[in-house]
C-alpha cells in the first residue's frame, strides 16, 4: 500500500509587514534606548526574512491607534491569554478554509464532499469545540468525516500529521484526507528584552498550510511517501520549548540550537535512509524547515548541501518568516510547483525541528502520472 501528497495549499492574513517595520514596532514596545534599538535592528537585518503576515495591523501602527494592544506607552495592562485565544478563534477558521480551498484548486481527483478525513494541527490556539468541528461546518464537509487534532507540538507537527495520514491512506485505499496546519504566532508577542524572546520576535509570522494525502497518485504530479524517522536531542530540551504563561503562550529559543541540529542531523539522515535503496549522496531535492537563517546553514554545511540546494527554504523565510508548523509545508509546495517529468522518482528530503530538541526527517519521492508518456 502507498500514499501520496496529492496537493498543497497555502493561506496568509492581509497584513504583510516589512521585517524592519516589525523592528521599529518592537523597539518601541519594549522601550529600548539607541543602543539597544540599534542592536536589536541588527538582529532583524541578518534574520533572512523579508516580510512577514499578520492578523494584527498593530505591528503596522508605530504611533498607538492599536486595535489589540492598549494604547499606552507600555502596552500595559498587557493582553491576557483569554484576549489572545479570541484572536486565535476570530482568525484561524477563515486561513484554515482559504489554505483547504486553495490546496483543493491544485487537483481534480478529490472535492470537499470527497473528504473523508480532517487533521487540524495548531501550537498557537485552541478552544473546543474546535477548528475541526468550525471547518466542517464552514466547508460543508460529511458530519461524520474523521477528525483528528494534533496540538501544541510545535514546528514539527506537520510531520506527525503526514504520518497519520500516511497510516490511514494505508490502511483504507478510498481515504482522502485533508490536514491543515494553522499558526497564529503574532499574537503571542511577549514584551520581554531576554534573548531568546528578542529571537523569537523576530522570527514567526501567521499563515496556514492544507495537504491532500491519498492512496492514489495526483493526475499529474505527486510526491509518493517512502519512510520517516524521529530523534530527540535531550540536550536541547531547554534550550526550545513553548509554554503558556499569563500574557500568551511563551517561547524559549536559545542560540545554542542550530549547533544542537548540526550535531544530530547526520545521524538522523543516516538512519532515515538505512534500509533503503536511496543514499544520501543522491538527494537532490531539499524540504528544510527554516527555523532561522543559522539553521539552515549549518544543515548545508553538515550535509554538504549548498544554498542553491536549500533555495525553497530560504524563499520561505525570507517572504513569510517561521510560521511554526505551517511553513514546511510551504516548502514542500514551492518544490512540487517547480518539478517536471525531468524528477521522476527522484528522492525529496525533508526535516523540521520543535521543542524536545525533536527532529524529524521524511523520505518522499516525485511521481509524476504520466511521466513515461511524456519522456
Not at 492512496?215 to 509518493?224: K, T
Not at 528522492?347 to 525533536?358: E, K, M, Y
Request: net charge negative; charged share 20%.
Amino acid at each position: 500500500m502507498k500514499s501520496y501528497i496529492c496537493a498543497i495549499g497555502t493561506a496568509n492574513p492581509p497584513n504583510k509587514i516589512p521585517q524592519m517595520q516589525i523592528a521599529d514596532f518592537m523597539a518601541t514596545a519594549l522601550q529600548f534606548d539607541e543602543q539597544d534599538t540599534r542592536k536589536l535592528k541588527a538582529l532583524y537585518r541578518v534574520s533572512g526574512i523579508g516580510q512577514r503576515y499578520s492578523v494584527l495591523e498593530d505591528y503596522t501602527r508605530q504611533n498607538g491607534d492599536f486595535t489589540f494592544y492598549p494604547n499606552t506607552p507600555t502596552l500595559e495592562p498587557f493582553p491576557t491569554v483569554q484576549q489572545r485565544m479570541d484572536e486565535y478563534r476570530k482568525y484561524a477558521v477563515d486561513l484554515s478554509e482559504n489554505a483547504i480551498r486553495n490546496c483543493l484548486d491544485h487537483t481534480s481527483t478529490a472535492s470537499l464532499s470527497d473528504i473523508t478525513h480532517l487533521i487540524t494541527v495548531s501550537c498557537t490556539g485552541m478552544y473546543a469545540p474546535g477548528l475541526d468541528i468550525e471547518l466542517v461546518e464552514r466547508l460543508e464537509l460529511s458530519s461524520c468525516v474523521q477528525r483528528t487534532a494534533v496540538n501544541f507540538m510545535g514546528c514539527y507537527a506537520a510531520f506527525n500529521a503526514i504520518k497519520l495520514a500516511d497510516a490511514i491512506c494505508k490502511s483504507d485505499p478510498q481515504a482522502k484526507v485533508i490536514l491543515v496546519c494553522t499558526e497564529i504566532c503574532t499574537i503571542h508577542f511577549q514584551k520581554h528584552a531576554q534573548q531568546d524572546h528578542l529571537v523569537s520576535n523576530a522570527l514567526f509570522g501567521d499563515g496556514a498550510a492544507a495537504v491532500l494525502m491519498q492512496g492514489q497518485p495526483n493526475g499529474e504530479v505527486s510526491l509518493e511517501l517512502q519512510s520517516f524517522h524521529c530523534d530527540i536531542a535531550p540536550a536541547g530540551k531547554s534550550e526550545m520549548a513553548w509554554h503558556i504563561g499569563d500574557t500568551g503562550f511563551e517561547m524559549t529559543l536559545s542560540s545554542y540550537v542550530p549547533d544542537l541540529i548540526q550535531k544530530g542531523i547526520k545521524e538522523l539522515t543516516d538512519r532515515l535512509l538505512q534500509g533503503l535503496k536511496t543514499k544520501a549522496s543522491e538527494i537532490k531535492l531539499f524540504a528544510i524547515h527554516p527555523g532561522g537563517r543559522r539553521i539552515l546553514e549549518v544543515i548545508e554545511q553538515e550535509l554538504g548541501m549548498t544554498r542553491n540546494d536549500n533555495r525553497f527554504a530560504y524563499q520561505v523565510l525570507r517572504d513569510f518568516g517561521n510560521m511554526s508548523s505551517a511553513t514546511v509545508l510551504f516548502v514542500l509546495k514551492a518544490l512540487m510547483e517547480t518539478l517536471t517529468t525531468d524528477e521522476q522518482d527522484e528522492p525529496v528530503l525533508s526535516f523540521a525541528f520543535g521543542p524536545g530538541l525533536t527532529l524529524e526527517s521524511m523520505l518522499l519521492k516525485v511521481h509524476y502520472a504520466d511521466a513515461k508518456a511524456a519522456i
